[in-house]
């Protein structure tokens, strides 16, 4: 993309509005426009990163066995009815009549319309295990939406839903869960921890929050610090292999680290006190088994093996999509903007041109936009005609990794310069050499 013909809306003032550092950034680089309370606009490089996001937890979430589909944002106020959380769901729902004088609502989360395909559509053991999710727009009608994307009213979710004949079958499931979501957090370049949470108005016993801790998170945690030293890394994992699934919900939930819904003094006095710590997480995703409280009220019954009706057993899985921007910002920045993981980042690589105009300036920078995109990259060319201390800030700003600077007494020696953002560090090369790194740099991430 050149951004002559782009559209990147950088304001130059702070927006007096935003409290935090991910809200600020996000509406200086031009990222989000607010259109109502809680509810935004996503201006070109913002939704880029938001479909990123997107992008990763598909492949995640496939990778897991867990199909996509896509259910509609508004609901028949009926569904509600049967299940019992049409009065239960409060203001935070937000209803609608249409022109029949038919209620409906903006869906809050999905459980359920997919309990009513799941009963309409299968009815045999055999067709289970299932797992079913989507991503797609909410609606809750926060009392305090703030924070920009963090807090919305309008928010993206990932929202997933498994369906099994068995309560370990569905163990199981909320097992997969777990571990692709580390895995999705690893690849956005965070730290997610799972700590064991409350139920709320989803309900059940089982159920795990991933937090990213930051200072200006909502939640009150609490942990051992050995828990921070957990990662997935890139080891094989085989979803269908029970025991391995569970070997890793254990090797990342054994330790202590709680939501202050269910913080524990007595238990928390256990772990040594040299590794105990409290903190202020994100909460980024939820998982939930809640066995048969949906698909009883429901109906949502398969015949058993016996050839007797049995409920399912199910469970629902949250990802904050749309409140993971502001997420990543919080745990990646500096004063001078944004830093993206490459995992996320909008455009691979900024290249900025010192001196537009000048022919042979140009030419190199125009050569070393096409050598990118042929190796499958994306750039952003700062080509318009501007300061190159201006060119410099706007791109720390929108906190692209990677930036090629090109000018005339570089390319006098043969060189470019090729300068990460998170280190500052720059280094000389040939325009052919950058490229080449820039492709390792990104071949880790696919
Ligand atoms: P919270 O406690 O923050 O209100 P929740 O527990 O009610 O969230 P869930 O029903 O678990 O939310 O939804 C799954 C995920 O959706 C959450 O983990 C969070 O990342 C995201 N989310 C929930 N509410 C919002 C919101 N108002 N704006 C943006 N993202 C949200
Ligand atoms: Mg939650």
Redesign the pocket.
């Known amino acids: 993309m050149r951004l002559s013909r782009y559209f990147l809306p950088v304001l130059k003032e702070t927006p007096a509005e935003a409290q935090i550092v991910s809200h600020r950034l996000m509406l200086r680089a031009g990222m989000i426009k607010q259109s109502s309370a ?1 509810i935004y606009s996503w201006l070109p490089l913002g939704y880029r990163v938001l479909r990123r996001i997107e992008q990763i937890v598909h492949e995640e979430q496939q990778r897991a066995g867990h199909i996509p589909m896509l259910m509609p944002t508004l609901q028949p106020a009926d569904l509600w009815k049967e299940s019992g959380r049409y009065d239960a769901y409060g203001p935070e729902m937000l209803r609608i009549r249409d022109r029949q004088d038919r209620d409906m609502l903006y869906g809050p ?1 999905n459980e359920e319309m997919i309990t009513d395909i799941f009963r309409s559509h299968v009815s045999s053991y055999k067709d289970l295990p299932l797992t079913l999710y989507h991503i797609q727009w ?1 609606f ?1 009608d ?1 009392m305090r ?1 703030r924070f920009g ?5 309008e ?1 993206l ?1 990932k ?1 997933g839903y498994n369906f099994d004949l068995t309560k370990e079958d569905a163990l199981h499931a909320y097992n997969r869960h777990l571990v692709s979501y580390l895995r999705s957090y690893e690849r956005m370049g965070l730290q997610a921890i799972p700590m064991r949470a409350d139920g ?1 108005p ?1 309900g059940g016993d089982y159920t795990h ?2 937090l990213v801790l930051a200072e200006t998170g ?2 009150e945690v609490f942990y051992d610090a050995e828990v921070a030293d957990l990662s997935f890394g890139d080891r094989d994992i085989d979803y269908d292999d029970v025991a391995d699934c569970q070997g890793i919900l254990e090797e990342f939930t054994s330790r202590y680290a709680r939501t202050d819904e269910t913080h524990d003094e007595a238990v928390f006095a256990q772990v040594p006190e040299e590794r105990r710590r409290s903190a202020r997480g994100i ?4 998982i939930f088994y809640f066995g048969t409280k949906y698909s009883e009220p429901l109906g949502a019954t398969v015949q058993g093996p016996d050839g007797k009706p049995v409920p399912v057993h199910m469970g629902s899985h ?3 999509v ?3 921007l502001g997420a990543i910002i919080e745990a990646s920045h500096d004063d001078k903007g944004i830093i993206w993981p490459e995992g996320v980042t909008p455009f691979n690589v900024g290249i900025v041109n010192l001196k537009q105009g000048d022919v042979a300036t140009d030419s190199a920078c125009e050569g070393l936009y096409r050598a990118l995109a042929a190796q499958g990259l994306s750039a952003l060319y700062d080509d318009r005609k501007e300061r190159a201390g201006a060119k410099f800030a706007t791109m720390d700003l929108i906190g692209l990794p990677w930036r090629i600077t090109v000018g005339p007494r570089g390319l006098g020696n043969g060189v470019v310069e090729l300068t990460s953002r998170r280190t500052g560090e720059s280094e000389e090369m040939s325009a052919e050499a950058a490229v080449a790194r820039v492709k390792d740099i990104y071949a880790a991430h696919l």
């Open positions: 809680g989360t909410k809750r926060e939406p994307v963090m807090r919305g009213r928010f979710m929202d709320g989803i929050e991933f909502e939640s909460e980024v995703g939820q949250g990802i904050g749309s409140r993971l």
